[in-house]
């Protein structure tokens, strides 16, 4: 277990109103990755980075932006939230190094996010 | 459009029985995982196959990476009710990006 939580757990919010959720880790993992998962998709990568202040997109990262200011905590910001961004946001860690287990990723509880 | 796709999306099976899940691509890839997702969780590795043709086996769960290193299937021997979650492949190119799956959702009735 990674020791990776996240806030909130559930979010009801309104369209066009800004909307951040944190993730925490604990294992001092170099890569950290934000995700959304819908029925028939399973997960898609939002965007994720590999240092500190080092981020870079993912395959449907539009509406999204990320900051990583220190090792342990990944943000992801909706700036203005649509009905679209409705979805369950998962937050990953990994390990640096190639190979055996550091391609694990460890996952978050996850945050089921409502825009209304 | 999604460089995984799982097949079939849901599965409803009786305990015993036996099932495979495939995850297939047109895209090459380093290695291949399966992950397992219980409702209101994140999902857990089982297994990580690297090398074309690589069979590995968990229990009652066997895992193959195709030849061509585009595809893989999971199957389940003998299924029972802890097999029930949903299913993602997760595909690597790089060292740090992976592609998940569209996901197959497991019922298994007891």
Redesign the interface.
Known sequence: DAG?TQSPRHKVTETGTPVTLRCHQTENHR?M?W?RQDP??????IH?S?GVKDTDK??VSDGYSVSRSKTEDFLLTLESATSSQTSVY?C?T?ASG???S?????????TRLTVL | T?L?E?SP?FLSIQEGENLTVYCNSSSVFS?L?WYRQEP??????LV?V?TGGEVKKLKRLTFQFGDARKDSSLHITAAQPGDTGLY?C?G?KT?????????TSLTVIP
Not at chain 1, 40 to 45: A, D, F, P, V
Not at chain 1, 102 to 110: H, M, S
Not at chain 2, 95 to 103: E, L, P, S
């Open positions: 990776i890569y990755y995700y028939g998709h399973g997960l898609r990568l994720y590999y993912g395959e998962f990953a990994k190639r190979g055996g550091y391609n694990e990723q460890f996952f978050g509880p996850g | 999604q995984l799982q999306q290695s995982q209101g969780e994140g999902p857990v590795l990580t690297v993602l997760a690597v060292g740090n990006q992976f592609y998940f799956g569209t996901g």
